[in-house]
C-alpha cells in the first residue's frame, strides 16, 4: 500500500464501522496483532502487487472468493487505520518529544513534557467519533507500540534527560 500521509477519511475504508471497531476495541499492540494475523496471510501477497500496480491489485481482488476477498479489505482497513495511527497520532509525539521536552524543562515553563502514555491518557477522555470523522480526531487512542518502539522511547527519554541536565549545567554555569 503505498503510505498515504494524508488523512484518511471514512470513504478510503473498505469497511469503515470495522475500522472503528479496530481503533476503539483493540487498544493495545496485543490486541491489534492478533486481530492482524487473521488477515495477513491473504493481505501480504495482495500487498505487494498493489505496490508494483495498484489497478491490477485492486482488479485481482475483485475477481477473489468472496471470504478471501473480505480477509485482504480487512488487512487494508487495520493497515490503514494503523497508519493513521503511526503517521498522525504517534510519530508526530515521537518526533517532536525531545524538543518539548527541552522547552518544556526551560526555566520559564518548567514542567514534565507527556510522555505517550500521558497521550493515551489524555485522549480516553474524549467522546467517540460521528461517523466520518477521522479516527484520531475523536475518542481514545489506541497504544499500537509495539516493544521495540516502547524500547526506542527509553533511548528516547535518556538522549533528552541527557541534553536538559547538559542545558541546565550550562545556564547555571552562566549564571542564569
Known sequence: ????????????????????KVWFEMPTWEAEEAEWAKYAADFN??????????????????KMPKAKRLR???????????????????????????????VAASPAVNKKAPTFDDVVALTGQRAKCFPKRLLNECGPVPDWRSPEWKAKEQTLFA??????????????????
Open 45 to 62: 501477497p495482495w500487498l505487494a502487487l498493489y505496490k508494483q500496480d495498484p489497478r491490477k491489485a485492486f482488479a485481482t481482488l475483485d
Open 159 to 176: 538522549e533528552t534527560a541527557k541534553e536538559i541536565a547538559a542545558n541546565k549545567a550550562k545556564r547555571e554555569k552562566r549564571g542564569w
Open 72 to 102: 485482504v479489505q480487512r488487512g487494508y482497513d487495520m493497515q490503514l487505520a494503523y497508519d493513521q495511527w503511526f503517521d498522525h497520532v504517534y510519530s508526530t509525539w515521537y518526533n517532536n518529544y525531545g524538543f518539548e521536552a527541552v
Open 1 to 20: 500500500m503505498k503510505r498515504d500521509t494524508q488523512m484518511a477519511t471514512a470513504e478510503k475504508f473498505f469497511d469503515w464501522g470495522f475500522a472503528q
